[in-house]
């Protein structure tokens, strides 16, 4: 279970972002250059971590598997519950968006959260999902580095490409209506996000 990982790191997680403040600040912009002209009302964060993305946008409740990371979202303001993606402990229809931001990629089964996200999204609610893609310099550089760290967070990512994201996006009654994309390498982004909206059943 991936997420055991993010147990014994969550102070050191945390301070990546300070210490990678242009980057973060990168993905910060590109994911609230989608969700900015959007009307909002309660909003989920899945793999919230440390709400370094909740608590900046305004997304009011973040969940995690990891118990840790709770601990310092919800210092930053966040309304935090422990749960698994797979299986949200959430009724239908209670929330006007989900975000999932790098977190697809340590998921046992990715299909069962997207359709888990599109349950407790009310009709037309939006979806918001961030990856780095696995054929980006970066998803490749993380994924050789996994082969070797065996045991550290790297090794346990499965990251997806483009094609692969939309494909689940869609498989999970999404209907992808935008996309942004930062940190190009080689003239490919290591960081996209994609907006989806849940038309409801």
């Not at 989900?98 to 009709?123: P, Q």
């Not at 050789?144 to 090794?155: D, N, P, V």
Request: net charge neutral.
């Amino acid at each position: 279970m991936s997420w055991r990982a993010f147990e014994r790191i969550a102070e050191k997680y945390d301070e990546w972002y300070d210490e990678n403040r242009d980057i973060y600040e990168a993905e910060l912009s590109c994911l609230r250059s989608l969700m900015s002209m959007r009307e909002r009302g309660p909003c989920l964060e899945v793999g919230v971590g440390t709400g370094r993305f909740a608590a900046p946008l305004r997304v009011e409740f973040g969940l995690d598997a990891a118990f840790s990371p709770l601990l310092i979202a919800k210092k930053r303001g966040v309304q935090v519950v422990q749960g698994r993606a797979e299986s949200l402990p959430f009724r239908d229809s209670s929330f006007r968006c989900v975000t999932m931001v790098v977190t697809l990629c340590f998921l046992e089964d990715k299909s069962a959260a997207l359709r888990e996200a599109a349950r407790v999204l009310r009709r037309r609610g939006r979806l918001y999902i961030c990856v780095i893609p696995s054929d980006s310099p970066l998803g490749k550089r993380y994924t050789k580095r996994g082969e070797y760290e065996s045991g550290s967070i790297y090794s346990l990512a499965r990251f997806v490409s483009r094609g692969e994201l939309l494909a689940l996006i869609g498989e999970s009654g999404f209907l992808p209506m935008g996309e942004c994309h930062t940190l190009i390498e080689e003239g490919v982004p290591n960081f996209l996000c994609m907006e989806a909206v849940y038309p409801g059943g």
